[in-house]
């Protein structure tokens, strides 16, 4: 592609939330040539009740066409259904029928938001892509490189979201509201006037109406795992399970509960379609192993860092020792709970983000 | 802006604009017995009787609906639902959504449909619709013209094979309406469907003919307007400005007809010389007059209509869906082209209204802005 990429020219994403919608006011504000863009990632149930409540319905589509209208810029529907279905939902579901806990938004930030977006950005002549996350980027100049940094609001930071953005993705990526408070982006909606200024916080898992459980068993029918045996550290079966598809590590076992202590699930073994329950002791984990780990800022192995196991997780010391090329052993200084593989372990030092990878196993 | 989406929509002509202020004048009731009810149910007969005039056909026959996708929908809803359970439709692969939609409404509802598939041209074997009719087939639907290929339907050879084994036809002719030459009553159909908005009339206006002694359920229930085929106050000065557009359409059609398939053949050698490795897509000796649908190696449409529009030209791809999305296109997926192919169709719909200068800036244009996006793949 010989397209002149455009500096003041920059595709905005826009999902209908109040976020996004900011971002593309304060890009216009400062003089950007604004291109609004919903990515139409997925088809929500029709005729379900689940229709207000998952992403990409008309509803938030024709929110964001009216921001991009209020803010005055041109506005567009990508449709972007087979990228997102082949890379995030597919492989979402894939993960739990492996007994493992996916993360769908970092996946779809790394194979939609920043690859397949990026490259329609591209062929518009755009030099940028802007998204509502609240994550900041700044070039360091002595390293001739860019970094990555959480939020400036410390309640909404989605740094963990975004490990895996290479240099070039960095580059070409603005993140408009990542200095701003969630408060002062309400604030400049409602300043402005914005359609979706008081919209209510979109959901964890876009295209989950309901429980991961009942998603998968729609949509992959055919591929679900059978009901199957609860057992307990020793291999004594404590009781039937729906299928291994339905549990995620950490979670507490339903109300059956019959041994006098809380039970959970402590892990999912996919070849027997066991789920492994033992006391919240039970659960806690010195250190793991992950692959696919990426690096906006390599470090040295054996550094100390701050880990993330898990979106909400507050971070822990830890030290990472580098394997292989893309594969960390990462050990915890005090231990942690509910260590999930499929979920993203990511790394920082304060509030930069040094890169991460994906949870293969805990380690004792 | 350099519009070239015409069979999308089209600008109203200016004499028909001016009709249809002159008719708002005209605010009676057609149903009302006073003097301001006479004068308009007076403009509306006449508009019935001019529109008759010009389709060759009773004016008794021409029912005025809110558009194309209603006179379709009566026409399928009035045949089917008053037997429930029963009767067999076919359909072509490639009908508008108006017929494909409300068919899958009336496969719910207990009625059998086949869907005759299309070669890779967009063409219409008449022989495959004879094979699709079953002893209680009651409907075959196939277009007169095809809204995305521009692809021109055996009409006459369909009707005949109807009439012959006992069926009903409906042509849908939304997109032929104003662009070939109709004599319906000449014709072997048995129910014809138009819209105003496609022949430079105004938008929420149309018509459903009913060949003479037919008869079909109401789909809307009401006054007595229509003759009772479809209640509700008519859309008056929208009837009397299609009229209008409609003999402005028809007068000098041949001539125009020559002049709007030069002007589209010059944008499709055009962009042939300019892109190579560019296909037509549908069939080449068989389109209506102004339309192309061409793919550009190594072009998403989704992109290119994006750059086009910023570039201040007007074109169309895939289907349009409710978001603003564009899913790939029915009508080139049936033709047997890729997911990915089929949401990369270039649409170019030319008429009246467009020159030969729009149609060099246009060329001038689709190099600068796309060239960029096939070199060095």
Not at chain 1, 234 to 245: A, P
Not at chain 2, 283 to 295: A, F, Q, W
Request: proline letters at 5%.
């Amino acid at each position: 592609m010989s397209q002149v990429l455009d500096k003041k020219r920059v595709v905005c994403a826009m999902s209908g939330g109040v976020d996004s919608s900011v971002a593309a006011l304060l890009l216009k504000e400062q003089g950007y040539e604004v291109i609004g863009v919903t990515l139409k990632l997925w088809d929500p149930p029709q005729g379900t009740t689940f229709k207000h409540t998952t992403c990409c319905s008309v509803e938030d589509i024709t929110d964001a066409r009216r921001v991009a209208d209020q803010v005055g810029i041109p506005f567009y529907v990508f449709n972007s259904k087979t990228p997102f279905k082949e890379q995030v939902v597919n492989r979402f579901v894939d993960e739990y029928l492996k007994g493992r806990t996916p993360n769908p938004c970092a996946m779809c930030n790394d194979k939609v938001k920043f690859s397949y977006l990026l490259e329609k950005a591209y062929e518009l002549g755009a030099y940028y892509v802007a998204t509502g996350h609240f994550a900041r980027k700044a070039w360091n100049e002595t390293q001739n490189h860019w970094e990555l940094y959480c939020g400036d609001d410390p309640k909404k930071d989605q740094s963990y979201f975004l490990f895996s953005l290479n240099q070039e993705q960095l580059e070409h990526t603005l993140f408009p509201v990542g200095e701003m408070t969630k408060e002062q982006v309400r604030a400049l909606a409602t300043e402005h006037g914005l359609k979706t200024r008081a919209k209510p916080e979109s959901q964890e898992i876009c295209f989950v109406p309901q429980t991961h459980g009942a998603f998968i068993e729609k949509y992959a029918p055919d591929k679900i795992g059978p009901e199957g045996d609860f057992v307990d550290e020793q291999g004594q079966t404590l009781g039937r399970h729906k299928g291994i598809h339905h549990y995620t590590v950490g979670q507490r076992r339903g109300t059956e509960v019959a041994e006098g202590q809380r039970l959970y699930v402590k892990s999912i073994d996919p070849k027997t379609q066991k789920i492994v329950m033992g006391p919240d002791a039970t659960l806690w984990g010195n250190g793991l192993m992950a692959k696919g780990v990426r690096w906006v800022r390599p470090v040295m192995s054996g550094t100390q860092i701050t880990a993330r196991i898990r979106y909400r997780h507050e971070g822990a010391a830890a030290v990472v020792h580098l394997d292989a090329t893309d594969q960390v052993r990462v050990e915890f200084k005090e231990p942690q709970r509910a260590i999930s593989p499929g979920q993203a372990v990511v790394f920082y030092l304060g509030k930069e983000v040094l890169g991460g990878g994906w949870i293969e196993r805990g380690a004792p | 802006m350099i519009y070239f989406d015409n069979n999308a929509t089209t600008a109203m002509d200016p004499q028909v604009r001016e009709t249809y202020q002159e008719a708002l004048v005209h605010f009676g009731n057609p149903s009302s017995v006073h003097g301001p009810g006479r004068q308009a149910r007076k403009l509306l007969n006449e508009s019935r009787e001019k529109i008759a005039e010009l389709l060759k056909v009773k004016d008794s026959t021409l029912t005025f609906t809110s558009g194309g996708t209603e006179a379709l929908n009566a026409a399928l809803l009035g045949s089917f639902l008053p037997e429930p359970g029963g009767g067999h439709l076919v359909v072509s692969a490639v009908e508008h959504h108006a017929v494909l939609a409300a068919s899958q409404f009336l496969e719910r509802m207990g009625v059998e449909v086949t869907r005759v598939p299309v070669d890779p041209q967009g063409r219409l074997q008449v022989d495959q619709v004879a094979l699709a009719i079953k002893p209680h087939t009651k409907m075959v639907a196939v277009m007169w013209a095809n809204n995305e290929t521009g692809n021109i339907y055996p009409v006459q050879a369909i009707g005949a094979l109807a009439q012959s084994r006992g069926v009903l036809y409906l042509c849908d002719g939304v997109q032929a309406c104003g662009k070939c030459e109709l004599s319906l009553s000449e014709l072997p159909v048995d129910f014809f469907a138009a819209s105003a908005h496609k022949f430079h009339g105004p938008k929420g206006v149309g018509l459903l003919y009913m060949r003479d002694g037919l008869s079909a359920e109401p789909h809307l229930w009401g006054g007595r307007q229509e003759r009772g085929r479809r209640a509700g106050t008519e859309h008056l000065a929208g009837i009397v400005a299609m009229a209008e557009a409609l003999r402005l359409a028809q007068s000098g059609q041949k001539e125009k007809v020559l002049a709007l398939q030069k002007l589209r053949d010059r944008l499709e050698f055009g962009i042939l010389a300019e892109f190579s490795g560019a296909r037509v897509l549908g069939d080449r000796e068989n389109r209506l007059p102004g339309t192309l649908n061409i793919l550009l190696p190594g072009i998403q449409g989704e992109t290119a209509l994006v750059n086009l529009d910023r570039a201040g030209i007007a074109i169309s791809i895939g289907a349009a869906c409710e978001s603003g999305s564009v899913d790939p296109s029915h009508v080139l997926l049936a033709m047997g082209l890729e997911e990915n192919e089929a949401a990369s169709g270039l649409r170019f719909s030319l008429s009246k209204d467009n020159t030969d200068a729009e149609v060099e800036v246009a060329l001038k244009t689709l190099s600068e802005v796309l060239k960029p996006l096939t070199s060095s793949i």
